[in-house]
């Protein structure tokens, strides 16, 4: 457990070897990273912390930003002396990893970013009803009610009943009003302006059906000069439904080796798909909590 400005903010600590964070996404923790996790921490030091507000970290004193994290983040790296950090994030966490390489330009070597964007403001009818509609919906409905559309929009499929029934859980119950305030953040965020500054390398993972625009993601890799792999068949929750090319890439970037062929951007299949979380995870650690 770390002290950020004297609220509690909880992370783990697995393996060794090149410091990588794992930063998750909106309505989750870190134990989101329990089946990349194993894959990473016999060559590197993976650090997973749950985000201001989520999981077992306390809420911020003011309101939730995507700044406001990334420094609390920056803050744990430090405190830990861990310098030039490989930076992961996945969703809200894309966005939150882009503010901190932004933040520190020259200190984020790798940066590998999953179903997100670099702007999340209101400038498109179509994020327009993504954000009016999920926030009212959740204001009336509440998480709890709210939680298997989601979780059904995450994993639509027969065979994901697994990763549908974790996800409902795990969103059931995250407060409403944290979950609308972490929404209305990302909502706040852009980086338009600010990529000129990069310096990292850059990945991005993006799902050929997500519901934040393939377009645009393409769009973004293109100025940034960044790799793009486009994951056929998978939804919003890749890191789940598409756990070998996820943890493949990973491991190609972050040992700069050449990215998994395009024959390979596939969706798990359902013979292959793993149980929800596997033994010994870091999602049972997480859930011992501090």
């Known amino acids: 457990m770390f002290l950020y400005g004297g609220r509690r903010l909880h992370y783990l600590v697995r393996g060794c070897g090149a410091p990588t964070l794992l930063i998750h996404g909106l309505g989750a923790s870190g134990a989101d990273w329990a089946f990349q996790v194993p894959a990473l921490e016999s060559q590197f030091h993976v650090i997973v912390p749950d985000l201001p507000g989520c999981g077992h970290s306390a809420a911020p004193e003011t309101r939730y930003s995507i700044p406001g994290m990334a420094t609390a983040l920056w803050a744990l790296l430090?405190?830990?002396?861990?310098?030039?950090?490989?930076?992961?994030?996945?969703?809200?966490?894309?966005?939150?990893?882009?503010?901190?390489?932004?933040?520190?330009?020259?200190?984020?070597?790798?940066?590998?970013?999953?179903?997100?964007?670099?702007?999340?403001?209101?400038?498109?009818?179509?994020?327009?009803?993504?954000?009016?509609?999920?926030?009212?919906?959740?204001?009336?409905?509440?998480?709890?009610?709210?939680?298997?559309?989601?979780?059904?929009?995450?994993?639509?499929?027969?065979?994901?009943?697994?990763?549908?029934?974790?996800?409902?859980?795990?969103?059931?119950?995250?407060?409403?009003?944290?979950?609308?305030?972490?929404?209305?953040?990302?909502?706040?965020?852009?980086?338009?302006?600010?990529?000129?500054?990069?310096?990292?390398?850059?990945?991005?993972?993006?799902?050929?059906?997500?519901?934040?625009?393939?377009?645009?993601?393409?769009?973004?890799?293109?100025?940034?000069?960044?790799?793009?792999?486009?994951?056929?068949?998978?939804?919003?929750?890749t890191p789940f439904d598409s756990i070998a090319l996820t943890n493949g890439c990973l491991s190609a970037l972050l040992n700069d080796r050449a990215l998994p062929g395009p024959e390979s951007w596939v969706c798990d299949e359902p013979e292959r798909a793993p149980p929800v979380a596997p033994e010994d995870s870091i999602a049972a650690e997480h859930a011992a909590g501090p």
């Open 78 to 237: 430090d405190a830990l002396e861990l310098r030039l950090p490989n930076i992961v994030g996945f969703s809200l966490g894309g966005a939150v990893a882009l503010e901190m390489a932004l933040q520190r330009p020259e200190s984020v070597p790798r940066l590998l970013l999953i179903n997100s964007l670099v702007n999340y403001r209101i400038d498109h009818w179509t994020k327009w009803c993504r954000a009016r509609i999920d926030a009212a919906l959740v204001r009336i409905f509440g998480m709890r009610r709210m939680a298997p559309m989601i979780a059904a929009r995450l994993f639509p499929q027969p065979w994901q009943r697994p990763m549908r029934e974790r996800a409902h859980s795990v969103i059931s119950v995250v407060p409403a009003t944290t979950y609308l305030a972490m929404a209305a953040a990302l909502e706040r965020w852009t980086a338009i302006e600010r990529l000129d500054t990069l310096r990292s390398r850059i990945l991005m993972i993006a799902a050929e059906s997500d519901y934040t625009p393939l377009a645009e993601k393409r769009e973004m890799t293109a100025r940034l000069r960044a790799d793009i792999v486009v994951v056929r068949g998978s939804r919003h929750g």
